[in-house]
């Protein structure tokens, strides 16, 4: 049977009520490349493409704060970088997603810089929201778990919880966090109050990147 490439009609996406999620069947790496691009945000997981409704406001500074709180400190200690949330990451063929946050340790970092990281990063990081919480905690965290990543990181600003998944040998154990540190096995060093996420507004960066270097 032929297979027709076609391209993801984002226009009619004005019509869906928000939030929303909409899952495509029979999807192809090659049809993935060709419907996707900047203006849609979709992965796809064993020939289903998921495509999610723009983040609120609310899921986008969490996300925010916790990429610049990330990236500061692995800068300052010269352990990697951090990157998120539209690079593609690439498990294997068809499995391809785009996590809020992502973290690769300095002798891992590609260069020159990829158009997607093709690999299993050290740390992944994902900012749960009412329209995606079933599918990160399910599908995606399964996924991530089955490729071996070293540490997922789930964090619920709305259940006001963290839940931190650590690879030990072939399972994982996992930490709940709604209150005082949470802290990195990946990102030696690392912590940050689980007080700073729930709070509205969010705090100011430096100061919390001071505190977690002291």
Request: glycine content about 6%; charged content about 30%; hydrophobic content about 40%.
């Amino acid at each position: 049977m032929a297979t027709t490439l076609f391209r993801f009609p984002t226009a009619d996406l004005r019509t869906v009520d928000l939030p929303y999620t909409i899952k495509l069947y029979g999807v192809t790496d090659e049809m993935f490349d060709d419907m996707v691009n900047e203006d849609v945000k979709a992965e796809l997981l064993d020939g289903v493409m998921t495509v999610h409704s723009p983040a609120s406001m609310r899921h986008d500074m969490v996300g925010h704060f916790l990429r610049s709180l990330l990236g500061d400190y692995a800068e300052e200690k010269e352990l990697g970088a951090v990157y998120g949330p539209d690079s593609i990451v690439r498990l294997r063929r068809g499995r391809r997603f785009a996590p809020d946050l992502f973290f690769l340790a300095a002798s891992r970092v590609p260069q020159p810089t990829p158009q997607e990281y093709d690999g299993v990063p050290d740390l992944l990081l994902e900012v749960l929201s009412p329209s995606n919480r079933d599918y990160d905690l399910g599908e995606k965290r399964s996924t991530y778990r089955e490729a071996g990543a070293s540490e997922i990181w789930f964090v619920d600003p709305v259940e006001e919880q963290i839940f931190i998944d650590r690879k030990r040998r072939k399972t994982y154990a996992t930490e709940t966090v709604t209150a005082g540190r949470a802290t990195s096995s990946v990102l030696a060093g690392f912590w940050l109050d689980a007080a700073w996420l729930w709070a509205d507004p969010l705090p100011k960066r430096r100061p919390c990147l001071r505190a977690i270097l002291k």
